[in-house]
């Protein structure tokens, strides 16, 4: 199997293939034997970023699905869309949270991770918009979902008994 610079195949359906653990076991095989993470310039993030969006275009989430047919119980899979994310992308970039934040401030790196981003914003908002993610979890990842600030005007709380009246021996007699 043919290898690029990076030690990802080129081979499309071997990265397809692979699980996420085994794309971090790359990456990991490769600092080892450089003794650093890999270089990463804004063309090579693009193209890892390219090998992460068909990964997750064809390494489709799994789930089981049991139920009744004419009184038998049957099973069977469901084939669902992976939503792209940053942790996955991270893990084919090879690099830290941190270090995704600090590329995203750096003037050479500002396009290629504004549109990495736009991508799997566009990604994940159409998929929740047409039934295929999660929208109440995609709208709290994309930071869509409406929040509500409740305040006091003087912040105190006023005693039971001042609301009352003042005598509570009204339920004895």
């Known amino acids: 199997m ?9 081979n499309p359906a071997a990265i397809n ?7 971090a076991n790359v990456n990991l ?17 693009w193209e890892r970023a390219q090998k992460y969006f068909a990964w997750c275009g064809h390494k489709k989430i799994i789930e089981e699905k049991i139920g009744f047919y004419q009184g038998e119980s049957c099973s069977g899979y469901v084939f669902h869309t992976r939503p ?27 396009d290629v991770t504004a549109l990495i981003e736009s991508i799997m914003f566009e990604q994940k908002f159409s998929g929740a918009s047409v039934g295929k993610f999660n929208a109440n979890i995609i709208a709290r990842d994309l930071q869509l979902s409406e929040s509500q600030k409740v305040t006091m ?8 008994d001042k609301i009352t009246g003042g005598d509570d021996d009204d339920d004895d007699e």
């Open 29 to 45: 095989k490769t600092a080892k034997k450089t003794g650093r993470p890999l270089a990463l310039t804004p063309e090579l993030m």
């Open 84 to 110: 792209m994310s940053i942790a996955g992308l991270i893990v084919f970039l090879g690099i830290s949270k941190q270090s995704w934040h600090s590329y995203k401030e750096r003037e050479a790196f500002l």
């Open 2 to 10: 043919s290898e690029s610079k990076d030690d990802l195949p080129d």
């Open 153 to 160: 005007e003087n912040g105190s709380v006023t005693p039971w």
């Open 17 to 23: 293939s692979m699980e996420l653990w085994e794309v």
